[in-house]
């Protein structure tokens, strides 16, 4: 399994992360890495003065919330779904380890 993963370079807020995904993965990492980083743009324009580390933790907990609003639906994740989860949550373990 590990041999079809190919690697892929993402920018979650400013920094860079190199994860090895599945090739039939990557559009659906790309997006949920695109929404946060709109999320983190949204954060910042409303919440001045914040570090990055902060505007990250605010998308967790928005993600978070929101992944929690859709009740029994995330216990119900169909194929594509499961993988982005996590492909997200890969890269939210390695922001919160620096």
């Known amino acids: 399994m590990e041999?079809?993963?190919?690697?892929?370079?993402v920018l979650v807020g400013d920094r860079t992360y190199r994860v090895r995904i599945e090739p039939e993965n990557e559009e659906a990492?790309?997006?949920?890495?695109?929404?946060?980083?709109?999320k983190i743009v949204e954060f910042k324009t409303n919440f001045?003065?914040?570090?990055?580390?902060?505007y990250i933790a605010?998308?967790?907990?928005?993600?978070?919330?929101?992944?929690?609003?859709a009740g029994?639906?995330?216990?119900q994740l169909?194929?594509?779904?499961?993988?982005?989860?996590?492909g997200l949550e890969s890269l939210l373990d390695k922001?919160?380890?620096k």
């Open 3 to 9: 041999e079809n993963l190919i690697p892929v370079n």
């Open 29 to 38: 990492v790309r997006k949920t890495v695109k929404t946060i980083n709109d």
């Open 48 to 54: 001045a003065g914040k570090d990055m580390q902060d």
């Open 58 to 69: 605010m998308v967790i907990l928005w993600y978070a919330t929101t992944a929690g609003q």
């Open 72 to 75: 029994e639906k995330a216990d």
């Open 78 to 86: 169909s194929g594509a779904e499961g993988p982005k989860l996590s």
């Open 95 to 97: 922001t919160l380890q």
